[in-house]
Nanobody, 125 residues
Framework: QGRLVESGGGLVQAGDSLRLSCTAFGRTFSNSAMGWFRQTPGKEREYVALITWSGAGTHYADSVKGRFTISRDNNRNIMSLQMDSLKAEDTGVYYC??????????????????WGQGTQVTVSS
């Protein structure tokens, strides 16, 4: 039984950068699609960035395209999200997730069966 643990959140100013990490413990997700999601008060959880099992394919929400970069290192069981040019609207709780039965990109929430506990990102304007 595995688990995911996020780290790297914090309070920054608009225009700053942050790097989030997601580390897998207890099992490997090297054959699983993974993604970063975020949730803000009063809104449903939404995907931010997705990545295939190998890391060769990625997909971004329009709101973060060109500013965020998702990557993974399967040898170290780590997935990362580099966030540049942060905006106040990027504020939220960021979750990493793994879809253990999927290798291709998927934005379907129900495909993700492993979730981290979330890390808070706050961007002040």
């Amino acid at each position: 039984q595995g688990r995911l643990v996020e780290s790297g959140g914090g309070l920054v100013q608009a225009g700053d950068s942050l790097r989030l990490s997601c580390t897998a413990f207890g099992r490997t997700f090297s054959n699983s699609a993974m993604g970063w999601f975020r949730q803000t008060p009063g809104k449903e959880r939404e995907y931010v960035a997705l990545i295939t099992w190998s890391g060769a394919g990625t997909h971004y929400a329009d709101s973060v395209k060109g500013r965020f970069t998702i990557s993974r290192d399967n040898n170290r069981n780590i997935m990362s999200l580099q966030m540049d040019s942060l905006k106040a609207e990027d504020t939220g709780v960021y979750y990493c997730a793994a879809a253990s039965s999927q290798r291709a990109l998927t934005a379907r929430m129900y495909d993700y069966d492993y979730w981290g506990q979330g890390t808070q990102v706050t961007v002040s304007s």
